[in-house]
C-alpha cells in the first residue's frame, strides 16, 4: 500500500496528548519474543481493504508501511491518555578528582534540573560513588540509594540536601557502582511496570582498580543487562577527565547511542540533563484496555498521529523492535509476546515531541500496518 492509500472502518482509541514538556523513550525487545505477525492473529503484509477511520470517521493516511487485510467493521471508542510516568536514578562520580570547579558545575546542574517546572512529575532518586564507608566494591552499598526515589518538586529537597558540599570521596569504583544501582533501578522497574525506569550516570575518570573489574566492557555488560532484562536505560555523561570512548561504549550497552560529553564545559551539565529529560520522556505511551471488554489482540492494533492535532491522522506502521525502526517512521510494542506500551521510532519521535498540540491514536480491530 502506497504512502498516500487510506484506510476506512477501524475501531478506536483517541488519545489526545497535551505535550507539555516533552513526554517517554523505550525498551527493548528480549531475543526470545515473537516477531509481529506471530501471536494468535496473522498479519498480512500485502495491500488489504480494511484499516481505521480516524475521529469522525475522516480518512486516515498510512505515512510508509504496508496495509492489513481488515476483517471485520469497528465500532468507535474513545479514551484520554495517560502519559507513561519516567522515574530517574542519578549515579554520581563524587570522587576527589570531581572536587572545585567540576563538582559546583555538577551541583547546580542537579539544582537546576530537581527544581525545573518541566521536571515536575518525574520520580527522582540519587546514589553518589564511592560510597561513604570503607567497603567501597561492595554493590549493595549502591542498591540501597542515598535518596530514595520520589516525585518531584517535592523529592527536590531531600534530593538537593543529600549533595556533598564538595567531592572528597577517594576511588572510582564504577562497575561495583553500576551494579549496585541498576540493581535498584531494575527493581524499581519490576515493582512499578507502568513507568519508565532509567540510570544517569555522571563521572569524570576511568575506574580504578581497588574494585575490579577496571575494564569498560564488564561494565558495558551491566548496562546491557539491565536493557534486555526488563528495559531499563543507561545514560551517561562525560565529564573532563573522562574517557569518552569508553563512556560511548557503556551508553551504547545501555540503549542510548552515546554518552553525552562535557568535557570541554561543565556549565553544559545542565543543558544535557534537559535533552535526556526530553529523550526519556519523549515517545512511550500506555497501551488502553481495548474498547467493550475486548482482549487485546497485539496483531490487531495501530497508532496514528495528527500533527498539530488537525487535518488527516498519519497512521504509522508497526516495527518488530527498535533495529526494525531503520530511521523511517513508525512505532514498535516494548514486549511482541505480552505487550505494555506502544514506543515510537526515532523518525516519528522527534516530531512528535516538539508539536505541543500533536493528537495520537491508538486503533483496535484491524491488522496493523506493518512496516
Known sequence: ????????????????????????????????????????????????????????????????????????????????????????????????????????????ALTTFFNDAASAGIGAGMEYFPAQNPDICNPIDYANLDVPIGTLPDNAFALTNSIPYDALGWGTPTFSAMKGALMAATAYQDAHPTHKVIVVLATDGNPSPECPPQAIDPIAELATSALDYNGVRTYVIGVAGSTIANLDKIAAAGGTTAAYDITKDINQFAAKMAEIRTEALGCDFAIPPPPNGQELDPNRVNFTYTPKGVGTPKILPRAEDLADCNDLPGWYYDSNTSPTKILLCPASCAPVQVDNAAKVSVLFGCNSVIN
Do not use: Q, Y
Request: proline share 3%; hydrophobic share 35%; aromatic share 4%.
Open 1 to 108: 500500500m502506497s504512502r498516500s492509500a487510506k484506510i476506512h472502518r477501524h475501531v478506536f482509541v483517541s488519545l489526545t496528548v497535551a505535550w507539555i514538556a516533552a513526554a517517554w523513550v523505550g525498551c527493548a525487545k528480549s531475543a526470545t519474543e515473537n516477531p509481529p505477525g506471530t501471536n494468535n492473529a496473522s498479519t498480512s503484509s500485502s495491500s488489504g481493504n480494511g484499516g481505521a477511520g480516524g475521529a469522525g470517521g475522516g480518512d486516515i493516511e498510512v505515512d510508509g508501511g504496508s496495509g492489513g487485510e481488515d476483517a471485520g467493521v469497528c465500532v468507535t471508542t474513545s479514551a484520554e491518555a495517560h502519559r507513561i510516568p519516567l522515574d530517574i536514578i542519578f549515579l554520581i562520580d563524587r570522587s576527589g578528582s570531581m572536587s572545585g570547579m567540576k563538582w559546583n558545575g555538577t551541583k547546580a
